[in-house]
Every structure is written in C-alpha cells, then in structure tokens.
C-alpha cells in the first residue's frame, strides 16, 4: 500500500465490518487499472461526507477511486451475502465490488465507501468483476437524481475510467464507480447467516442494530423491534418509488438493504405512459417486479428478511412465527396508509378521507386506459397548460378526463386553503422533470463518446426537480414513439 500525506488525511475510516468474523467477507485489494483518469467527481458531496480532496486533485482522485492507491486507513473487503434472486435461493457476495471502508462524517453518521466494478473476488461466479463507463455512469445519474427526488437512495461520488476494456456482448469502455450508503447490509446478508452461518446471527443482529437503529438496543426484543423499523422503512421507500414512477426493476432480495436505501440501479427504468404492469428489465420476463408490484413483492422480501429472525425473536419457533406474521400482514396496512396519503398529496388534498381512494383509482385506471403520462398528468392538474408543452396537452381535452377533473376540484376546493393549498402541495410532491428513459440514454451515447455536455446538464436539471421552470422544454416529453420496445439491462 502505498502511503502520503495526501491519502493519509481524505479520509476518517472507520472499519467496523471488517472487525467482525471473517466467514462474512473476504479481504482483498482492488485490482488495478490500466490507466485510470477521473470522468465524474462529486465535490459537494464529498464535502458532506467529509472526503478531503478536491476537483483539482485529478491524478489523486483518479488513484484512490480506481483502487489502484489504498489510502490510509482503509482496509478493503468484499462482502459474503445470499439471497433470493427472482424467487430462488442462492449464494452470491460482491462479485465486483470492493468495501475500501466505513467513512465517519463530519456529523458524526458512518457511511460506506464502496468501489464498484474493482475487479474479481471470491464471490464473481464466473463474472469479469468489472463494470462498463456506461452502466456507471447510468447509476451515478439516476442515484443523483432520486436524492434530489427526495427518495433514500445510496449516491455516487466519482466515475474513474480505467482505460481498459470490457466484455459484455462487445467491447465497451471500463470504469469504476464509487458508491456511498448508510451500508451494504441486505436482507440477503441475514440470509447468507441464517442458512451458512446461524452461529453468527446473534452478533450480526446486534452488530445491524448498533448501526443502524441503536436506539433498540436496551427494547425487550431487540431482533422484533429491528424488524418492525425495517417494515417502516421499507414501506416508505416503496411509496417514494411509487410517487416519482420509479420502476426497481430487479427486486430480489439481495438488492433489499436494511437501512430503507434504493440501491443497485441495474435495469431500473421510470414509467411515462401509466401501467401497473409496466416492466423495462430485459430479465424479468414474467412481469415479477412489475411497476404496481412492487409492495408485495417488498413484503415477500421482508418474509424472507422475518425468518433469519426468528431464532432470536422467540425459542419457540411457533410463537415466534406467529410473531413476525402479524407484523408482515400489518405491512399491507402500513403500506396503504403511506401510499394513500402519498397520492392524496398529489393530487393535492390537504386532509385525506377514505372515500379519496375512489378518486385516486379513477384517475390511475383513466391514464392507463388512455395512455397518459404519469408524471404530466399531475402537473397538468396543478398547472393547466402553463407547463406542460402543447404536444402533451391533447389528451385531457378529452370528457372523460374533463368529467373526473370536475370531481377533484370539488374535492380540493374542501381543503382550508382550497385549490391554492393544493398546488403548493402538488409542487412539494410531484416533480416536473424526471431521468426519462430515453433521454437518459441519449446523454449517456454522447458521454461514452467524449461529450459529457449533455449529460452534465441533464444531471444540473435533475438536481431541481421540483423547480417550475426548465431551460428546455424537451426534458418534460415523453418518447416520441412511446415506450415500446424500450429494455433495461444488468450491468453484469
């Protein structure tokens, strides 16, 4: 390893993982590049997250986050994890990531730095452990964009390209991704323990708990009390996604962190037109991790997550079964009260009543039949035309929408501030430009061929999403032929 003093004073690393029994990671250095130089460096948030290095220290920035310097302090590791992936068990790990650390922030919060796409480890199944300059740069834009969108979400602090190639189905240029989190502990993480390692399960759970949720640790049951704040994170994640039209797209387990972050921006996709079933994810072929799928297929993945817990949340298996499942059947209701009150918001009620679920539906199943965009129909409410591009503005002229648009306006007049109360609700909740598929492809083509200029302005667009003004009125259409044979793909 190789030390200055430089890289002795970017970080504050803690190592906490690392401290704990070795059948959960494997320690292992990054593998080297070719010739690494810097594509993406994120100055503010290594502000935040106490990195000291700045965009001037391109050949440092380019070193560290390659993995081919280790700075000090680090001590770089892959973690073991199983999981469910589209409904079946099996072993997995990072196959291409590598722990260099857990940064200790400014405010005191600990967060991880990983490095995506750092080369092989134990746990690459036959995988390059490499990552393409597109795919990384696909997931530093939309992990930035949903932090901006409000959505808990892992974040991207530097793209490095490595200067070598990458096989996929061609050649494509490499890159390393540097990838923040509150950590890397997964549903599937207490799935590799609870099956391969059940001697470690109590020191895990207490480990997590201490992490993340030290406020439980004295609670009668702690391993209960970290599952019920799991549900609640989980569930209002879920909503989040369902209120920026965020589709996952490859929900498995694995992918379920148990701090409530989205993470792994794989084939993840946003919806335009509105469909419940509406799937971009080359390998979901059945529809599993649909759009309107995604709160059951997240309480299937917190069953998953109850039973690594029930050893320590009763001795008797029966009763502790009987434990966790009232909690799971109490997610339905848990995610319903969140999911209700989200949409009311959008629509812009102040004071949700039951009966808004009518008018919610009604306002879903006429977009869906009418092929209206997801996203500009709630800004066609709160602002009529003065947004929206004329292009966008033909299909609620329509009397059907004119009729169920006279029902809302009924509605929202009740609010104690009426329809004015209601669009400033709206503007809080709904955003005026998304990373729309097909212009986050468009920018990433010209990235990969030397023009980061529409990408950097995409991204500066993307961080005031909630702003009613937009340079260019493009960033608020649609595909002009629709979605219609639009894929997304894993990275791998």
């Known amino acids: 390893m190789e030390n200055n003093s430089l890289t002795s004073s ?36 290594a502000r935040e997250s106490g990195v ?46 590598i722990l260099l650390g857990e940064q200790i922030t400014p405010e005191g919060k600990c967060i991880d730095i990983q490095l995506k796409g750092s080369g092989q ?13 597109y795919s990384m740069l696909r997931e530093y834009l939309i992990s930035e964009a949903m932090h901006h969108l409000g959505v808990p979400t892992s974040r991207s602090l530097a793209v490095v390209a490595t200067g070598e190639s990458v096989f996929r189905e061609t050649a494509h240029q490499g890159a390393v991704l540097t990838r923040i989190a509150s950590s890397h502990i997964r549903v599937g993480t207490f799935e590799y323990i609870r099956y391969l390692q059940p001697h470690l399960l109590k020191e895990f759970t207490d480990y997590t708990i201490q992490r993340h949720f030290p406020e439980i640790s004295e609670a009668e049951n702690p391993a209960m009390e970290l599952f019920r704040r799991v549900i609640e994170k989980q569930s209002q994640l879920v909503a989040h996604w369902i209120r920026t039209g965020f589709i996952h797209g490859v929900m498995n387990t694995d992918n379920s962190g148990i701090p409530g972050e989205t993470f792994d921006y794989g084939p993840c996709a946003f919806i335009n037109d509105y469909h419940p079933r509406k799937v971009f994810s080359s390998i979901d072929q059945y529809g599993r991790y649909a759009f309107g799928n995604q709160a059951s297929i997240m309480q299937w993945n917190l069953g998953c997550f109850a039973v690594t817990l029930l050893p320590l949340i009763d ?8 434990k966790v499942k009232q909690e799971l059947e109490g997610f339905e209701n848990l995610y319903g009260r969140k999911y209700s009150r989200m949409m009311c918001s959008k629509l812009g009620i ?8 009518m008018l919610v539906d009604e306002l879903l199943n006429w977009m869906q039949d009418n092929k209206a965009d997801y996203t500009n129909t709630f800004l066609y409410l709160e602002n009529g035309e003065e947004v929206l591009p004329k292009s966008q503005r033909s299909v609620y002229e329509l009397e059907s929408f004119k009729t169920w648009q006279l029902k809302w306006q009924q509605r929202v007049n009740q609010n104690s501030g009426g329809l004015e109360e209601a669009r400033e609700l709206m503007q809080k909740t709904n955003p005026l430009v ?47 032929h629709g979605d219609e044979g639009y894929q997304t793909f894993c990275g791998t």
């Open 52 to 97: 000291n290095i700045s965009a001037d220290q391109s050949d440092e920035i380019a070193a560290i986050f390659s993995g081919n310097r280790l700075p000090e302090g680090s001590k770089p590791l892959a973690q073991a994890y199983a999981g469910h992936q589209f409904g079946h068990f099996t072993m997995l790990g990072d196959g291409r990531a």
């Open 10 to 45: 970017v970080f504050n690393f803690d190592n906490s993982y690392a401290r704990l029994e070795s059948k959960l990671y494997s320690l292992l250095d990054p593998v080297k590049v070719k010739s690494p130089s810097v594509v993406l460096w994120n100055e503010s948030l």
């Open 350 to 357: 102040a004071d949700p009543q039951p009966n808004d679920a």
């Open 434 to 480: 998304i990373p729309r598929n097909h212009i986050v492809e468009e920018v990433l083509e010209a990235a990969v061929n030397n023009d980061l200029e529409p990408f950097n302005r995409f991204l500066k667009v993307l961080s005031t999403p909630y702003a009613r003004s937009v340079p260019e009125g493009q960033y608020l259409l649609p595909p002009p």
């Open 121 to 133: 480890t134990p746990y690459s199944r036959r995988g390059d452990g490499r990552a393409t300059l």
């Open 315 to 322: 001795r008797d298996e029966k009763k502790a079964i009987e």
